[in-house]
C-alpha cells in the first residue's frame, strides 16, 4: 500500500465529557455545533465505553489498544502529580503503541494535548512513538498559569519545559492547526487531547481570576454555565482542526474520531444514564464517539455497535494496513465494518476492574453485570438504562454465568499490585490529583 493510499487519522479525546453534554447526543445547549456537525456528517455511536471511568487507565487503553491492567501504571487510578519522576508508572518506552506503530510504517505523529501516562525522564510521548508534542505531562492544569495541582508548572513542547501565554484550550487547538498544515504528503496521525472540560473550570474569561487566587490550580467554583463555555471553546477548535483539513486537501482521505476518556464530572450531563467519573454505572463509562471519513463513511448515521476506546487502535491500524506487533496482540477489536455498514453489528463482550469501591462490570448484548462493594446487580440496559431495577433474582442463572465469565477474563491479567502506591480512600480524594 503506498502512503498515498493509507488514511490520516485525527484522534480528539475530550477530558470528562458527560455523555450526554453534546447537541449531537441530547445536550441541553447549543455549545457544541462543530461536533454537531461532524456528527452529522459521519457516524454515531450510541453504545461506546471508555476503557475506566477514570483518566491515566483510558489512555493506556488508547495509546496501546490493550487492557490497561496489563501495564503496572494501567492499574493506578490515575497517575496522580505525586508520582512526578516515578520509574514505575508510565507507558514503558519498549511497549509498542499506535503511534510507534503507524510511525515506523511511515506515518508523521503529533500529539497536542494531554499526555498522563507517566513523566520524565523516564516516560513521556517522543518516547513512545510520537515525533512532536506540545502539552502538559500531568492531568488537569490550570488553564491559564500551565500549573498542576501541586503548583509546577507543566507545559512541555517536545521534552523542554516552555512558557507560553494564553488559555490551554486555544493553545492544543493552534499546535494541532499547526500539524495538520506542515504536512506535505505523509500520512499522519494527529491525537488532540484537551483537559477541557475538566476543572479548574475556567473559560476564557477567566483569566484574571485564575491569576489572582492565592492557590493557583481550585477544585471548588464553577458552574453548568461556565462549563458549557469551556465544552464551545474546544468545540471552536475542532471546527478550526476541520477546516485546517479541508484547506489541506486532506479532508476526504482523514478518519477523525472524537470521544471522552472517562464520564462526566460536577456539571456535566449523562441523561438518561446515572454515575459519572469514577463509577461503573453507565454514566462513568458510557462515552459519544463520532467518527467522520467522507472517503469512506456514510454521513448521518447511528450504530448500536459495542465499542470501547481500544477498538479505535485496532481499527486505525487496520485501516493503515499496519499489523500490530507480534508479541502484543492486541484486546481491541477493529470497527473496520461498522465504518462501512453502521447496521453490520456484531457480538462481543466488554470487561472492566477497579479498585475504587472493588468494582467490576461485564457488558454482554443488552445486558450488564456489576459488582459493587461486594453487592451484586444485573441490568438490562435495553429497557433499563438508568440501572435501576437488578434483576439478579429473577435471573441468577444469567447473573452467575456473567459472574464466571468476568473471573475468567480477569484471570488472564495479572492481579491487582500491592498497595506500593496509596489508593485514594474517597472520590474527591480520587478526582483531585488528576
Not at 465505553?49 to 493506556?60: D, E, H
Not at 490493550?66 to 501495564?71: E, I, K, P, T
Not at 525522564?121 to 506540545?134: A, I, R, T, V
Request: aromatic share 10%; proline share 6%; hydrophobic share 40%.
Amino acid at each position: 500500500m503506498t502512503n498515498r493510499a493509507r488514511p490520516n487519522f485525527v484522534f480528539i479525546v475530550a477530558d470528562d465529557l458527560g455523555y450526554a453534554d453534546l447537541g449531537c447526543y441530547g445536550g441541553r445547549s447549543a455549545c457544541s455545533p462543530n461536533l454537531d456537525r461532524l456528527a452529522s456528517e459521519g457516524l454515531r455511536f450510541t453504545q461506546g465505553y471508555a476503557n475506566s471511568p477514570v483518566c491515566s487507565p483510558t489512555r493506556f487503553a488508547l495509546a496501546t489498544g490493550r487492557w490497561q491492567y496489563r501495564l503496572r501504571g494501567g492499574n493506578d487510578e490515575p497517575i496522580a502529580s505525586r508520582h512526578r519522576g516515578n520509574p514505575v508508572l508510565g507507558l514503558p518506552p519498549a511497549h509498542p503503541t499506535l503511534a510507534s506503530l503507524l510511525r515506523d510504517a511511515g506515518y508523521a505523529t503529533a500529539l497536542a494535548g494531554k499526555w498522563h501516562l507517566g513523566f520524565l525522564p523516564h516516560f513521556g510521548p517522543l518516547k513512545s512513538g510520537y515525533e512532536e508534542f506540545f502539552g502538559p505531562m500531568s492531568g488537569g492544569i490550570d488553564y491559564f498559569t500551565h500549573r498542576d495541582p501541586a503548583g509546577v508548572h507543566d507545559l512541555y513542547d517536545g521534552e523542554t519545559e516552555v512558557e507560553r501565554a494564553g488559555y490551554v484550550t486555544d493553545l492544543i487547538s493552534e499546535r494541532a492547526v499547526d500539524f495538520i498544515g506542515r504536512q506535505q504528503g505523509r500520512p499522519f496521525l494527529l491525537s488532540v487531547h484537551y483537559t477541557a472540560p475538566h476543572w479548574p473550570w475556567e473559560t476564557r474569561a477567566d483569566e484574571a481570576l485564575a491569576r489572582g487566587l492565592e492557590k493557583i490550580y481550585h477544585f471548588d467554583g464553577g458552574s453548568v454555565a461556565a462549563y458549557l463555555k469551556m465544552i464551545h471553546h474546544m468545540d471552536e477548535g475542532i471546527g478550526r482542526i476541520l477546516e485546517a483539513l479541508r484547506r489541506s486537501g486532506a479532508d476526504e482521505h482523514t478518519l477523525v474520531v472524537f470521544t471522552s476518556d472517562n464520564g462526566g464530572e460536577r456539571f456535566s450531563d449523562s441523561w438518561p444514564l446515572v454515575g459519572g467519573k469514577m463509577d461503573l454505572l453507565e454514566g462513568g463509562i458510557r462515552v459519544p464517539y463520532i467518527a467522520r471519513w467522507p472517503g469512506r463513511v456514510r454521513a448521518g448515521g447511528a450504530t448500536a455497535q459495542l465499542a470501547i476506546t481500544m477498538d479505535w487502535v485496532a481499527t486505525m491500524l487496520d485501516a493503515a494496513g499496519v499489523a500490530p506487533h507480534a508479541d502484543y496482540p492486541l484486546d481491541g477489536q477493529s470497527l473496520g465494518q461498522v465504518l462501512d455498514d453502521p447496521g453490520a453489528t456484531f457480538g462481543r463482550e466488554l470487561f472492566w476492574r477497579m479498585k475504587f469501591r472493588s468494582q467490576k462490570a461485564l457488558r454482554a448484548g443488552d445486558w450488564k453485570w456489576l459488582s459493587l462493594d461486594g453487592d451484586e446487580f444485573l441490568y438490562d440496559l435495553s429497557r433499563d438504562e438508568r440501572e435501576r431495577a437488578n434483576l439478579g433474582r429473577r435471573e441468577p442463572q444469567r447473573l452467575a454465568a456473567m459472574r464466571a465469565r468476568h473471573a475468567a477474563w480477569e484471570a488472564t491479567l495479572p492481579e491487582f499490585p500491592d498497595a506500593t502506591f496509596s489508593v485514594p480512600a474517597t472520590r474527591a480524594d480520587l478526582a483531585r490529583p488528576s
